[in-house]
């Protein structure tokens, strides 16, 4: 009887891409799995194939999210350069969230891989907390770790001003790297 529930290859695939799209939260592959009443490692092939498509889908911390296209002029992006220690990480993330500034991504130099990148996108505190919970939950590395905490993120702001504020913060608290040297 559960199997004549289950979806099947490309209509699942099309069911999982139309719920990411409609969803404004980020959506973790167990509840997509239970929603297609498949494993979560089926979820995981899927979205690596619909990736493969070129569909804009990102696994985040917080699950998978559909990357819309905004207007340029609706928000402001820089890329900053930035260090610290591991026990550090939550307090740079919760002072970026708190001038209301997004943080997209977390990049660093390899020296065998070069440039590695990997999603973080959280804009609150709430969404710092989960993070960081998860990092510490799955024994995870900062890709920092790889670099002696030099890495760089790209941030996301509604306006420059915010951008100016959090550099300026992110500075002060002694977490920036000055880049005029």
């Known amino acids: 009887m559960l199997e004549e529930k289950k979806l099947l290859g490309e209509n699942r695939r099309d069911f999982l891409l139309q719920l990411l799209k409609e969803s404004n939260e980020p959506i973790i592959g167990g509840e ?28 985040t911390s917080q699950g998978y999210l559909y990357l819309r296209q905004q207007k340029v002029s609706d928000q402001y992006e820089k890329t900053i350069a930035c260090n610290h220690t591991p026990e550090q990480a939550e307090n740079e993330l919760n002072l970026i969230v708190d001038h209301g500034v997004t943080v997209k991504d977390v990049k660093i130099e390899h020296p065998v891989y070069g440039d590695l990148t990997a999603s973080i ?8 907390k989960q993070f960081i919970e998860k990092v510490k939950a799955t024994k995870a590395v900062y890709l920092s770790n790889l670099t002696h905490g030099i890495h760089i993120h790209t941030i996301v702001a509604k306006s420059e001003q915010q951008l100016i504020d959090v550099e300026n913060a992110l500075n002060n608290a002694g977490f920036l790297i000055n880049t005029n040297e």
């Open 32 to 59: 997509l799995a239970k929603i297609a009443n498949v494993s979560r490692q089926v979820i995981v092939n899927d979205i690596t194939l619909l990736k493969a498509k070129s569909e804009p889908i990102i696994a």
């Open 121 to 128: 996108m959280v804009s609150n505190r709430r969404q710092v």
